[in-house]
């Protein structure tokens, strides 16, 4: 089955930025999405961002222009590029694999990103 590894997250200042990656195994079959979501402390996990199989990209409003998603479809990585970070980017970043037909998301263990004022 599929299986995802987060890694990148850690310690950072307002301002400074972070790569996440995500390992990605297993076989992947037909239309896909993979994306980032996100749970800060005390609040519900949230879409980052998304992008489809064909290249296709989401973000939510808070980080538009701020971050960048990206795939790697020969390593099977996804990458988030976190720029110009603030405090509210606090939380533990997950890395998500949703194959539409039939619909089935996987998800990886978590990295935890921290931004000090």
């Known amino acids: 089955q599929v299986q995802l590894v987060e890694s990148g997250g850690g310690l950072v200042q307002a301002g400074g930025s972070l790569r996440l990656s995500c390992a990605a195994s297993?076989?992947?079959?037909?239309?896909?999405?993979m994306g980032w979501y996100r749970q800060p402390p005390g609040k519900e996990r949230e879409l980052v961002a998304i992008i489809s199989s064909s290249g296709a990209t989401n973000y939510a409003d808070s980080v538009k222009g701020r971050f960048t998603i990206s795939r790697d479809n020969a390593k099977n990585t996804l990458y988030l590029q976190m720029n110009s970070l603030k405090p509210e980017d606090t939380a533990m970043y997950y890395c998500?694999?949703?194959?539409?037909?039939?619909?089935?998301?996987?998800w990886g263990q978590g990295t935890q990103v921290t931004v000090s004022s």
């Open positions: 297993g076989i992947f079959f037909g239309i896909n999405v």
């Open positions: 998500m694999y949703r194959r539409v037909i039939p619909r089935t998301d996987y």
